[in-house]
């Protein structure tokens, strides 16, 4: 388990030290949600297949709703105790760039 908390920790912190980040909304529920953006280079099937092998292996699943993968109550005890909902969407960065991908990522804290 620690492993996968290790692995996500990296992830992000990679992500967003090596792209270009910025903020943007994402549409859930009708409603407009503010989520850090990151440019990923590979496939965007194959990274949000990734991100949702890596959730899993830590106990948690997806709700897939019009392409934004909601995760309820989150807990990553060696980071905090606290509950967070995340929001995941993954897509083509565009027609050019078939091997290149936008992940938005949204986490709010469930108190």
Same mark, same amino acid.
Request: glycine fraction near 2%; charge should be neutral.
């Given at each position: 388990m620690k492993n996968y908390i290790l692995f996500l920790l990296f992830w992000v912190t990679s992500l967003?030290?090596?792209? !270009?980040? %910025?903020?943007?909304?994402?549409?859930?529920?009708? &409603?407009?949600v503010p989520a850090m953006t990151v440019d990923v280079y590979q496939n965007s099937q194959v990274t949000e297949q990734a991100i949702k092998e890596l959730f899993e292996k830590m106990g948690y699943f997806a709700k897939v709703s019009k392409g934004v993968l909601s995760y309820k109550s989150i807990k990553i005890k060696d980071i905090d105790n606290?509950?967070?909902? +995340?929001? +995941? &969407? +993954?897509?083509?960065?565009?027609?050019?760039?078939?091997? !290149? %991908? +936008?992940v938005y990522m949204a986490m709010a804290d469930r108190k």
């Open positions: 967003m030290s090596m792209q !270009a980040q %910025s903020f943007e909304n994402i549409d859930w529920q009708g &409603k407009k606290d509950p967070y909902d +995340v929001l +995941v &969407k +993954v897509e083509r960065k565009n027609k050019q760039e078939k091997d !290149a %991908s +936008v």
